[in-house]
Nanobody, 128 residues
Framework: QVHLVESGGGSVQAAGSLKLSCATS????????MAWFRQAPGKEREGVAS???????SIADSVKGRFTISRDNAKNTLYLQMNTLKPEDSAMYYC??????????????????????WGQGTQVTVSS
């Protein structure tokens, strides 16, 4: 069963922190790659961070050093720790997982078209 539910979004001042969570079904959590994406109004959805089932991560340059992705396979939960937030980080944040036939190796991708399973999103707003 496909189930992804994000939480933890909200409004915060610049330089603040938020931690997003994505609760998934066991089926979704069994997918090799999971990731966080974001989409601001009028902009394309972009990859923020990805992680494979063993903990190998890939972080977008725009958030490197500030955001950390992790997953707790026992709890079927994906996380995104966001520190030193900037107004340009304001967006709807989505968690996603690749389909079971995904055959890539190495770092998990940050391209939206490779992900089939998506949550509904959680809004993050950073004020200056």
């Amino acid at each position: 069963q496909v189930h992804l539910v994000e939480s933890g979004g909200g409004s915060v001042q610049a330089a603040g922190s938020l931690k997003l969570s994505c609760a998934t079904s066991a089926y979704v959590n069994s997918m090799r790659c999971m990731a966080w994406f974001r989409q601001a109004p009028g902009k394309e959805r972009e990859g923020v961070a990805s992680i494979d089932s063993g903990g190998l991560t890939s972080i977008a340059d725009s958030v490197k050093g500030r955001f950390t992705i992790s997953r707790d396979n026992a709890k079927n939960t994906l996380y995104l720790q966001m520190n030193t937030l900037k107004p340009e980080d304001s967006a709807m944040y989505y968690c996603a997982a690749v389909p079971p036939y995904y055959s890539g190796s190495g770092f998990c991708p940050l391209e939206t078209y490779l992900y089939d399973y998506w949550g509904q999103g959680t809004q993050v707003t950073v004020s200056s």
